[in-house]
């Protein structure tokens, strides 16, 4: 039986920050995973690059049962701690749109810059351990795993949610969480790509890989400006994974192809300037060609030219275009899911410590907790913060 400290569950970004913060404070901390190599999902995110933190976080960027409980952690280590974290590693990175960090060279190095943390600190990371079983003794918890079993006073679950199975994703957090008698809330896949029924993925047949940048708005109201993009599934790019953690089985998405333009203003100046031209060869000049192709083949604008149209079909025009409407079949799953939404309620879990007020020397930290951030950086930023809150206490 090894006896230490602290044990986390999981060396992902928020466990092996977490793990760093309590090695600083003089515990004695052994963090478990099941995988091969540490922080396997930082590892792939960002293209491989990681998009490591945004500069714009903050707890609006958040979904949570509870919309305080984020504000906590968010304004104990910000955005700005963990640039500064990242600077004194030496870390290369660039600025993209919407406050967006990623790394130069490689996810490798933010990682690289957790275990070297993990390392200072004196924490031992045990890979291929799976765990198998957890109970409360008098002095903690026990934890026993494929290879060994441990007694520690703080038990810290960072096991992440459901999202990439092929990346050893586990509910084990979450059982974790309903064994000792906390609520775990419905969880479904979040940040993540639409399916189309049959009829619409025949229509947009041959638009794979044409991305339009729009307005996108769920029937919550919830609204993102950035890129959709077509796939040989559905529908994808920044805008739809957005909106689609407001997105429930059976609503429908709103598109504003034309955010920037009003097209009954537009039609209107091309009537006057070049009206002789058919509607689909102008349309061409403000959308993707094989887009307007395929709104033609399928009859959704006339078959005209642009001084033709009548005042009716110039209102209809703006309306479509402007208001674009979607039923998705559903989403890809947890697959290419991003993250999960759902998780550990975070009502059973102190703001300030992470720790479970059912179940002392507890605690839940990132994906496994009912915190989900936007696209861009915020899901990150989350495990910073909620890792640094919870290894000042564990």
């Not at 959709?228 to 504003?256: C, D, E, K, M």
């Not at 208001?323 to 975070?346: F, S």
């Amino acid at each position: 039986m090894n006896q230490v400290d602290v044990i986390v569950i999981g060396a992902g970004a928020a466990g092996l920050m977490c793990a760093a913060q309590a090695g600083y404070r003089g515990r004695n901390v052994t963090v478990l995973d099941m995988g091969k190599k540490p922080g396997r999902k930082i590892l792939i995110s960002g293209g491989g690059r990681c998009n490591f933190t945004n500069e714009n976080a903050s707890p609006d960027n958040y979904l949570c049962g509870n919309p305080h409980f984020v504000k906590s952690c968010l304004s104990r280590y910000t955005q700005h701690d963990f640039i500064e974290l990242v600077d004194r590693h030496g870390l290369a990175y660039h600025h993209k749109t919407l406050g967006q960090l990623f790394c130069d060279n490689s996810a490798q190095d933010i990682v690289d810059i957790l275990l070297t943390e993990c390392e200072w600190a004196g924490v031992n990371i045990a890979l291929r351990n799976e765990v198998l079983s957890v109970t409360k003794t008098d002095a903690g918890y026990e934890v026993i795993t494929e290879q060994d079993s441990y007694q520690c006073e703080s038990l810290v679950v960072a096991s992440g949610g459901l999202t990439m199975p092929k990346l050893g994703a586990s509910p084990i957090g979450y059982k974790i969480a309903e064994q000792f008698g906390l609520t775990v809330l419905p969880t479904m896949a979040a940040l993540v790509p639409f399916t189309l029924h049959q009829h619409d993925k025949d229509r947009f047949d041959g638009l794979s890989g044409i991305s339009i940048p729009c307005l996108v708005t769920s029937e919550d109201g919830t609204q993102f400006k950035e890129n959709i993009l077509f796939t040989h599934r559905g529908l994808s790019g920044p805008a739809i994974l957005q909106i689609s953690s407001f997105w429930r089985a059976g609503q429908t998405v709103y598109i504003n192809l034309l955010p920037e333009l009003d097209l009954k203003q537009q039609l209107e100046q091309w009537r006057q300037s070049q009206g002789q031209k058919s509607l689909k060869n102008t349309l061409a000049t403000i959308l993707p060609k094989r887009f307007v192709e395929m709104l033609h083949d399928t009859k959704a604008i006339p078959d005209c030219n642009v001084n033709q149209l009548s005042h009716a079909q110039i209102d209809a025009l703006h309306d479509y275009t402007h208001n674009w409407q979607i039923k998705p079949n559903g989403t890809e799953g947890y697959r290419t899911a991003e993250v999960t939404l759902g998780g550990v309620d975070t009502d059973e879990l102190s703001s300030k410590t992470f720790e479970a007020k059912k179940s002392p020397g507890l605690y839940f930290i990132g994906e496994v907790t009912d915190v989900t951030g936007w696209l861009g950086g915020y899901n990150f930023q989350y495990a910073w913060s909620c890792g640094f809150a919870a290894g000042q206490y564990c």
